[in-house]
């Protein structure tokens, strides 16, 4: 085995120059079963559509997508990334949505020197001192959209505010990223049990504490959970709720429905911001899947397009894994969301908005963008990673 | 902290366990009677919350929502144990496990298949989605209903089990399955109903909850961890227990939600008592669970002598 891997080595090496390849194989494992299937849903359809209206290619190349559910479980996923690396020798893996199963895999997938683009999660490690070549955050850092958040409740001039999330990892990390930003006092920082069914007892906390605002990051149906109870309540007509644009997207607001209305939230996306091609982009997944798309949607939209561009500056020459780093480094895409190019540590620099749920013309809940909250912002980890 | 907010609490914990009881009274008596660990009663849930969800929004009006939700998960519930479990009952639990393990994978695609993979809307009616004030302080108006709803069942199935000769026939059942079938009790008519009955309680739950949480596949899972919790402290197979029980987990839960920070944070300092209050919160129903099963191994009201 070992002396059949080095004369494949020496091969190559005489071989000198990368030849282009024919195709390109992506890895595609996300969560589409489950609580959090919804999420991986949306990206594998946001992707897959990328990559069938660009004629089934990604940079010219043929693109074979082999597509996997990681059950939203770290043991499913290091099998699947196993599969990925060794048997299928994919060129890319993407698509995860969990940080709880992206970072227990990432380590298999990395010292394999295969590239990972992340769909969503960017966690505070590999974005400052784990940082690593082969490692790019498309979506945003842990810390981005939240941040964002802390500033708008800054500039409504909000100085009191009641803090709520779940017990783990990326619920810290996004209470962080509030707090980085935002400047007032905060009233109480409550940690829930994830997967919490029943918020009876932190609302009505929340209600004898008074405080200007609550922010409150509850992913999924956590989420949904809690603004349902919250409005049953009727605390919202006294303290106005605050959250980071994953529980305000399409699928929350479907499931949550009038209960949502007035609810602000940031995001680095919206479906109706005003570019070309945003609009390419809502249109298109409208008419092949029949609802609006999430961000989870957009994100794997824009992986997909990185990837074409990336491809395509290389020549399709993926093999010279150096030259095509560099080429990812320096995609320049058509993103929906506008401004879009990686800092030097790999995660996005991009724009934030405010968004709030209303009503339409038409009767219609759905989110409309406020306005621009951060321009051309980075993420507070940058300085500590020395990319190798 | 003030007087009012202590009682805010208390009811919040009261309806948290009055919600639990709903599925739980379904799971002790499949457990308990039939003795058959059926892990797919949330999945049984789940359905019910879907067809109230589909019900509700088809005719508008709550009421039939629930009553088609109750009709639907009951007639699912009867094939299904007529189709499958009856298979099981004399089977190992680990093979008990295993089907019904499968059964909810299944019963989680057929839902994605039929309502798609993101959560629907399931919202309470208008007339109930605010909060009314009692005696100085608002409380949610639809979490009354839960309240009264679940005490209203609560009493009924107490008289149903207690007074009746159908829950004489459950209570044998329970206590010693094969003598009561000796004694000429119908068992397996009876068991396609108790399971029927149990289903229909799940629906309720079901229906009841869903306006307060997400409707989604998945659902079941995470509740019925908690309403297993439920009858191991308050013993197999009793509905008493499975009251007790549930309004325990209910309160302990909700207590150490509500106070358990406050106290940590006058005991410790603020770092430490940011990391442990909510981690300890979180374990205590599994503490008191844990107390239960050492001081009362076959839980609160152990239906087998």
């Known amino acids: 085995m ?29 969560t589409l079963s489950g609580p959090g299937g919804a999420l991986g849903i949306d990206m594998r359809d946001g992707f897959l559509l990328a990559v069938k209206s660009n004629g089934d290619k990604l940079g010219g190349l043929s693109a074979e997508v082999s597509v996997v559910d990681d059950q939203q479980n770290p043991d499913v996923g290091r099998q699947a990334v196993e599969r990925f690396v060794k048997r299928d020798r994919v060129d890319v893996i993407t698509g995860m949505v969990f940080s709880n199963v992206l970072l227990p895999v990432m380590p298999a997938i990395l010292e394999s020197d295969t590239f990972y683009l992340s769909t969503n999660t960017g966690p505070e490690s590999l974005a400052g001192e784990k940082c690593h070549p082969r490692f790019f955050g498309v979506a ?6 939240p941040g964002a958040m802390g500033e708008v409740l800054n500039q409504r001039g909000l100085k009191n505010v009641y803090l709520i999330a779940p017990n783990y990892p990326g619920g810290r990390e996004t209470l962080n990223g509030f707090k980085r930003f935002y400047k ?16 009876a007892a932190e609302i009505a906390a929340m209600r004898a504490a008074k405080p200007d605002a609550v922010f409150f990051f509850l992913p999924g149906g956590m989420g949904i959970n809690f603004i349902k109870q919250y409005v049953a309540a009727g605390v919202n007509k006294e303290i106005p709720l605050f959250t980071p644009g994953f529980s305000a997207d399409e ?47 957009q994100q794997a939209w824009d992986v997909a397009l990185v990837l074409d ?80 | 902290m003030p007087l009012t907010l202590i009682v805010e609490q208390l009811l919040n914990g009261l309806q948290l366990g009055l919600m639990l009881f709903l599925l739980a009274a379904g799971l002790t008596l ?76 299944i019963a989680n ?35 009354l209903v839960v309240i009264a709803a679940g005490l209203a069942i609560a ?117 430490v008592a940011a990391e442990t209050g909510p981690a300890v919160a979180a374990v205590l129903i599994y503490v008191l669970m844990a107390a239960v099963l050492y001081w009362r191994p076959s839980g609160l009201f152990p239906t087998r002598a």
């Open chain 1, 2 to 30: 070992k002396a059949l891997f080095v004369a494949a080595a020496i091969l190559a090496a005489v071989a000198g120059q990368a030849l282009a390849a024919d195709k390109i194989k992506v890895g595609f494992m996300s």
């Open chain 1, 140 to 145: 945003w850092q842990n810390e981005d959209i």
């Open chain 1, 184 to 199: 007032g006092k905060i009233a109480e920082e409550t940690y829930t049990k994830l997967g919490q069914l029943d918020y």
């Open chain 1, 251 to 297: 699928d929350t607001i479907r499931a949550v429905g009038e209960p949502m209305v007035g609810l602000f939230n940031s995001s680095h996306w919206a479906h109706d911001l005003d570019n070309a091609a945003n609009r390419k982009f809502v249109t298109a997944f409208q008419k092949e899947y029949g609802r609006l798309p999430t961000m989870y949607a």
């Open chain 1, 309 to 388: 561009a990336a491809i395509r500056a290389v020549n399709g020459k993926i093999d010279d894994k150096q030259a095509f780093q560099k080429a990812i480094e320096t995609a320049r895409i058509d993103s929906p969301r506008g401004n879009f190019r990686f800092n030097t540590n790999h995660m996005p620099i991009q724009d934030y908005y405010l968004r709030e749920v209303v009503k339409d013309a038409g009767g219609k809940i759905t989110n409309r963008t406020v306005g621009r909250v951060f321009s051309n912002h980075q993420d507070a980890f940058v300085g500590k990673c020395k990319m190798g």
């Open chain 2, 30 to 105: 499949v457990f308990g009677i039939m003795d058959m660990i059926n892990l797919a009663h949330g999945s049984l849930y789940m359905i019910g919350a879907y067809l109230a969800a589909s019900a509700i929004a088809a005719s508008g009006s709550f009421l039939v929502g629930v009553a088609v939700a109750i009709a639907g998960t009951a007639a699912i519930a009867v094939l299904l144990e007529m189709a499958i479990l009856r298979r099981l009952y004399r089977r190992s639990h680990l093979a008990q496990v295993l089907a019904t393990f499968a059964l909810i994978l």
């Open chain 2, 109 to 143: 695609e057929a839902v994605r298949m039929v309502w798609g993979s993101q959560p629907i809307l399931l919202n309470m009616p208008p007339s109930l989605s605010g909060p009314i004030d009692i005696g100085g302080f608002t409380y949610p108006a639809y979490r």
């Open chain 2, 155 to 271: 009493v009924l199935l107490y008289l149903l089990v207690a007074r009746t000769k159908i829950g004489m026939w459950v209570r044998a059942g329970a206590a010693d399955r094969e003598m009561a079938n000796v004694m000429g009790v119908n068992t397996t008519w009876l068991f396609t109903c108790v399971f029927a009955a149990g289903a229909a309680l799940c629906a309720v739950a079901g229906a009841l909850l869903g306006p307060l949480l997400a409707v989604q596949v998945g659902m079941g899972e995470n509740i019925l961890i908690l309403a297993f919790v439920v009858i191991v402290i308050g013993g197999i197979g009793s509905i008493r227990g499975a009251l007790i029980g549930a309004l325990l987990v209910g309160f302990v839960d909700t207590a150490g939600r509500a106070f358990l920070p406050q106290l940590f944070r006058s005991v410790f300092p603020e770092a």
